[in-house]
């Protein structure tokens, strides 16, 4: 009778999934137009830059080293702030390149980012914080920042289907 009972629950079984979990630094140059148009927008990019991941790519394999990162797109000034003074909400793509035990991986994943002092960005794999520390080329007062130093802190997080075999076993 038990065994009749639990027979209904093997079908609702969702595929295997293998989760990546692990830390990341990430640090670098990001760059930017100044903010032009009557709303304010400008263009951003990342280069040189890099990215360095501890901790779970998926299954037993883990990161082993640092990668290149880059990135560009666009950012909106911020009602409450100047384009000067770094308060924006921007959006583009992001690629990088994580080593793990087995193999290396190439990344591009869409990007969303807030700024105004200290930020938040995230990716589908990638959530976490970044600062633009002083000094800048640009003083927020005379001119725009056009170019400055990133460190980031970053969860990276995603859930890998895992594919059946010839024989439909996983």
């Known amino acids: ?33 100044p903010p032009t148009g009557p709303y304010l927008t ?3 990019s990342i280069g040189p830059a890099a990215i360095n991941c501890q901790g779970l790519f998926k ?3 883990y990161f082993t080293g640092q990668g290149p990162f880059g990135g560009s797109g666009t950012y909106s000034v911020l009602p409450t702030g100047t384009g000067a003074c770094l308060h924006q909400v ?5 690629d990088y390149t994580v080593r793990t035990i087995s193999s ?14 200290a930020g938040k960005f995230s990716t589908p794999s990638l959530r976490g914080s ?3 520390p002083p000094p800048y080329e640009g003083d927020c007062v005379t ?15 995603r859930e890998i ?3 059946a075999g010839a024989d439909g076993h996983h």
Do not use: H, N
Request: glycine residues 12%; proline residues 8%.
């Open 59 to 61: 299954g037993p394999d």
């Open 130 to 132: 970044f600062v633009i």
């Open 42 to 44: 400008g263009a951003w």
């Open 90 to 94: 921007g959006k583009g793509t992001v």
């Open 1 to 33: 009778m038990a065994g009749l009972l639990a027979f209904p629950l093997v079908g609702a079984v969702p595929p295997a999934q293998a989760l990546g979990a692990g830390a990341c630094t990430i640090t670098g140059t990001i760059s930017f137009e």
């Open 143 to 157: 001119k725009p920042v056009t170019r400055a130093t990133f460190v980031a802190q970053t969860v990276w997080s």
């Open 161 to 163: 289907p895992v594919r």
């Open 104 to 117: 290396t991986y190439r990344l591009s994943e869409e990007s969303e980012f807030v700024l105004a002092g």
